[in-house]
Nanobody
Framework: QVQLVESGGGLVQAGGSLRLSCAAS????????MGWFRQGPGKEREFVAT????????YYADSVKGRFTIARDNAKNTVYLYMNGLKPEDTAVYFC?????????????????WGQGTQVTVSS
């Protein structure tokens, strides 16, 4: 059974910080790129961040660049999203995902395993 399990979501005031974690089980994802996506109220799912298989490269959406950091620990089969300087517009359900490929991608259809999502709410 392959599973991605997220944790760390919650309610935070504007300007605050959260760390999201995504622990994988059932197989190793150490040889593929990982990503984070989010879906806000009444909005479509959008790309947030991605990291290559060996963490040599990262890429971020313009809306979060400089505030969010994606990281991974392949020994723990876990990926993280460090979120700083949170804004109300960051409010969304956040999903982690594993790619089919080692290279980074912003395309959701190139990811074939997804977590259940965790709610992040930022109040003003």
């Amino acid at each position: 059974q392959v599973q991605l399990v997220e944790s760390g979501g919650g309610l935070v005031q504007a300007g605050g910080s959260l760390r999201l974690s995504c622990a994988a089980s059932g197989r190793t994802f150490s040889n593929v790129a990982m990503g984070w996506f989010r879906q806000g109220p009444g909005k479509e799912r959008e790309f947030v961040a991605t990291i290559s298989w060996n963490a040599d490269n990262t890429y971020y959406a313009d809306s979060v660049k400089g505030r969010f950091t994606i990281a991974r620990d392949n020994a723990k089969n876990t990926v993280y999203l460090y979120m700083n300087g949170l804004k109300p517009e960051d409010t969304a359900v956040y999903f982690c995902a594993a790619s089919q490929w080692a290279s980074m991608t912003t395309r959701s259809d190139w990811y074939n395993y997804w977590g259940q999502g965790t709610q992040v709410t930022v109040s003003s």
